[in-house]
């Protein structure tokens, strides 16, 4: 098997096994790193009859198995995912399995976050070796008891079987297993073998999503348990002078009104912040409450006034600096090969276009929420967020505890996207319960959510090529962004290495308005850029578009280039599986193709949109991907995944605006900002590149070509190229509907 690029995580000792167990009911495995004596299990569980044990496998002596999922679930499936990849290897039936989210661990676990599409791609081989080094236990187990050389026996779907046919199940071994020492080189099992990774496997939670179990942060509450609504400056820039609470104390439930700050000032001071800390400095005010209802009726009810401490920004003087930085030269070179000015001065044509996106909120399903619960001995947090470690740490820091004293308790998340990656919302919560001395539960609005801060930033791409003899020879790609840029892996993606001369600068407007990753963060936005421009220069080179793509990647495929990221091979399979699959160039008269591709997230995929006009107006009717993630450990889920991407991709591009006036949000919930209807969302059909590499992620990379491979279709429908998101504004008045 092809060996993949991995961090340290990926190469650390995950076999230290504790083995101690209570009253040899149950044995047990940490998931991803050494299983401590001292670890507690998270919780128990309540449809089976099992003891407390120290460890993340428990098997009962009924044959039943409980596996506890380390990372955030956000609706990426990893918490169906991950513990099929145990079960996999250590060879159970899955509707045997039982599974259980668990809380966060440091001292067991490692990487326990749901950012950039990686818990599969880290956990893969980890928690393979964790399923098949139980296995090999049990196996010694019944091997000891028979008096029989282990490797004489054979284990399947629970039943270990000896030579003579003698069979005992994993639960009656159970207790002598929880004694034996830690194999070593235990043996994996061949791809072709598999029978759980590979099938289609129902979400784990699907039923009680269903019904409406409790399941996520907003649905988490204890005894004595209140309510805090937040009141925060309203617009970027502005801080607190003064209020008055005399209204909001007298709305039936609200116990008090306090005001929060002081805290997050004395952190930034320390300077222990990391990079999921996005807070203001402001004071805000805090109306605590019985219930949601009165605490936020409550805040209605709050008189404020805000005093300008920095300038109040607006999104057409973004657009001016933006533009000004694209047309100065004080600029960070990521990447250069070649010699670009040479290229251009040599070339027969050069073409250059600029392309813009806005700022864009996260819009989650499930409102920011956070429980905190914050006593003289110990901080209890639970709810939604993506970097629960990071998040303990800072309410660690910002309220003086040693970090062994918080726990973090880890809640299914209506919708992440990046947003809870910062831990905003988690470190006012701590804040407000430490005030007050009682559990309490943040909650948020709408509103609340789509002004608090954290966008995707404002940016704008210009690419500049150039054409000789009939030949794309160079490639100058500039990023002016607001607050930060591209990350550093970018500037090897597609079409680095393909064209000889290649340059990639990047600069930023430094502004007060809050932001940070959102889905594929900054390739959401370049992939249209560049995949529109590819299209263009397919045109100017009167060659097919997806054939230029294929001729590129000849250059790239056998590079001794280390920092390339993508595989030119990889790619091309991709390409010519989405070709053929979506019938390029062979559709009915009326039906119009664009087609764009695009590796993240160590993922490729491509795309082609189908495109009808309706009285003059582009539909969109199909969207056909390929996609190349390796082993597809859960097809169900996959897919899911690619289908969400695509349409998420789609509706932002063609109609998510949202701007800044006096630093104040133009939008505040979804009667003004616009999101894709269910009667405009196209079929989306997935095909998946068949081999044995480790699996990539799948939770974004979707969505970078989605956008592009639509851009193209529209302007294959209507011969107009559009340069900026969201399409409708290009559109101008025609309704692209599906």
Known sequence: MKSQKKDNFSRRSFLKTSLLASGGMLIGFNLLSACKPEAIMPVDIESLNFNDFNAFIKISDEGYITIFSPNPEIGQGVKTAMPMIIAEELDVEWNKVNVVQGALDTKNFQRQIAGGSQSIRFGWDALRQTGATAKQLLVNAAAAKWNVDATTCKASKGIITNANGDQLGYGDVVKEAALLEVPDNVKLKEIKDFTIIGQEIVNVDIDKIITGKPLFGLDYKTEGMLYASVLRPPAFGQKLESFDATEAKKVKGVIDVITIGDKVRKYVESDKRNWTFTMAETDKVVVIAENTWAAIKGKKALSAIWKSDSELENTAAHDKFLNEILDGKKFNTRREDGNIEQAFSDADKVIEKTYHSPFLPHNCMEPMNFYADVSSEKIHLAGPVQTPEYAAQVVADLLGYDLEKVSVEMTRMGGGFGRRLYGDFVYEAAEISNAIKKPVKLISTREDDMTMGVYRPSIKYRIKASIKDGKVTGYYLKEAAINGNMYGLIPNFFPAGCIPNFKVDTANYKSNITTGAWRAPYTNFLAFAEQSFFDELASELNIDTIQLRLDLLQNVKNTSDKKIEYSGQRMEDTIKLVREKGNWGKTEKGTYQGFSAYYSHNTHVAEIAEIVLKDGFPIVKKVTVAVDCGVVVNPTGARNQVVGGVLDGIGHAM????????????????????????????????????????????????????????ANAINAALGQRIYSQPFIKELKNSAVLG
């Open 655 to 710: 109609y998510a605006d949202f701007s800044f006036k006096e630093g104040k949000p133009d939008s505040q919930n979804f009667d003004t900002y616009r999101l894709i209807r269910m009667q405009e969302t196209p079929k989306v059909e997935v095909h998946f590149v068949e081999n044995n590499l480790s699996p990539t992620g799948l939770g974004e990379p979707g969505l970078p070509p989605a956008g592009g491979a639509v």
